[in-house]
């Protein structure tokens, strides 16, 4: 078994369990609608965070570029996707009865989900390195203006409890991404 097959493996299990708590927190909310109170903003997140999850899976193919893993590059790898399981299970607390819906708890739990999402973008810019120079260059500068926009917004999302702001931030970076996924991947 080679090297990479290992990783994935790992990699694979920490995935799976991402989605499966963005899936459980959707089903709960499908189960039981009126228990707690829903908030489009919250749900948009869940969706973003659930794209964001494909996407990192199909980009990480290219990890089989790297000629020789060490355990420094293996630990990096599972602390990234350790950032989305983090963020992901923060969008989903066990326990809701301290909060008066998912629009209080996402506000009150807003600095943690955008400090591990904005630490999600600085991993991003190791992890394309670690598949090499070339391919780096590759994606050209809007990857890396990207990156820097990408983290400054969750800076000021940190710091924002605006509603309107979270709004449209949840609305670009969705659309953002796809985008982003229907040029870099798509193929017909």
């Known amino acids: 078994m080679d090297q990479f097959f290992h990783i994935r493996m790992l990699m694979s299990i920490i ?61 990096f790898i599972i602390c990234f996707i350790i950032i989305y399981y983090i963020s992901c299970s923060l969008l989903f607390p066990d326990d809701m ?16 989900f955008f400090s591990f999402l904005g630490i999600s973008f600085f991993f991003d810019v190791i992890d394309t390195l670690l598949k090499g120079i070339e391919h780096y260059r590759s994606l050209g500068t809007e990857y890396i203006i990207r990156i820097a926009i990408h983290v400054l917004l969750c800076i000021l999302a940190i710091r924002s409890r605006n509603e309107r702001f979270h709004a449209g931030l949840v609305i670009f970076f969705i659309l953002y991404n796809l985008i982003w996924v229907i040029r870099k991947y798509w193929v017909l």
């Open 15 to 75: 995935v799976s369990l991402s989605v499966a708590t963005l899936l459980k927190g959707v089903a709960k909310l499908i189960e039981h609608p009126t228990r707690v109170r829903l908030y489009w903003v919250h749900l948009a997140w869940v969706f973003f965070m659930f794209l964001s999850l494909l996407d990192f899976w199909w980009w990480e193919i290219l990890l089989k570029k790297v000629a020789a893993w060490n355990f420094q590059s293996y630990v």
């Open 97 to 112: 009865k301290e909060y008066n819906g998912y629009k209080d708890y996402f506000y009150s739990r807003r600095k943690w």
